[in-house]
């Protein structure tokens, strides 16, 4: 069974600019959820998807958005980048998001923003 | 959110078992509590997850307190390759608060 797979892996962007990164969750996943890990925030919660929907939302600016479409992969965009935008990001897929189960992380996309 | 409590850092010796401390006194009554752990360059991986009774896998055990207000990751047998950064969580319908986690270092 194939793993989460995010693309790209890496990326580099200029500030100002905006950027889409894609997340392909495991087959028959219905969740995604989305985080940012950088050195002196950790993990942060972004959003969740669930059926294409937004579900749930963590306390980010409107410049950072996404996306599910109907074979439950998922886009994050992020526009104006900051330089503070640096960061690892991660998206994780679950069946349906339930805490009953367990999520399952991709490798992440390395977005360094100069 | 449940805000989870872990110390910084801790060792331990190969073949040893460690016990991973985890406060979440924020905890809500349907709020499961995960673990995970991350290598250097890769993304969070599962270790063990559950919501009020004691649980085990082939990786680890979880004890939780019966106030559910703490609880410990136990790797039986610690190798070197359980090196990594532990993440204890209290995760509710798709949103997880993650903590800073605890790094372990095995000794060989």
């Known amino acids: 069974k194939a793993g989460v797979t995010q693309t790209p892996r890496y990326l580099i962007k200029t500030r100002g600019q905006q950027v889409t990164l894609s997340c392909s969750p495991i087959?028959?996943?219905?969740?995604v959820s989305w985080y940012q890990q950088t050195p002196g925030q950790g993990l942060q919660f972004l959003f969740e998807?669930?059926?294409?929907?937004?579900?749930n939302k963590g306390n980010f600016p409107g410049r950072f958005s996404g996306r599910q479409f109907s074979n439950s992969r998922s886009e994050m965009n992020v526009s104006t980048l900051e330089l503070g935008d640096s960061a690892l990001y991660l998206c994780?897929?679950?069946?349906?998001?339930?805490?009953?189960?367990?999520?399952?992380f991709g490798q992440g996309t390395r977005l360094t923003v100069v | 959110d449940a805000k989870t409590t872990q110390p910084n850092s801790m060792e331990s010796n190969e073949e040893e078992p460690v016990h991973l401390p985890c406060n979440h006194s924020?905890?809500?009554?349907?709020?499961?509590i995960h673990w995970y752990r991350q290598l250097p360059s890769q993304g969070p991986e599962y270790v063990i997850h559950?919501?009020?009774s004691n649980v085990n896998n082939r990786m680890a055990s979880l004890a939780i307190a019966e106030d559910r207000k703490s609880s410990t990751l136990i790797l039986h047998r610690a190798t070197l390759r359980d090196a990594a950064v532990y993440y204890c969580?209290?995760?509710?319908?798709?949103?997880?608060?993650f903590g800073d986690g605890t790094t372990l270092t095995v000794k060989p």
């Open positions: 998807y669930f059926s294409e929907t937004q579900r």
């Open positions: 087959s028959g996943h219905r969740s």
């Open positions: 969580i209290g995760t509710n319908a798709g949103k997880s608060t």
């Open positions: 559950g919501l009020t």
């Open positions: 994780a897929s679950s069946p349906s998001g339930t805490a009953k189960l367990e999520a399952f």
């Open positions: 924020t905890i809500s009554g349907t709020d499961y």
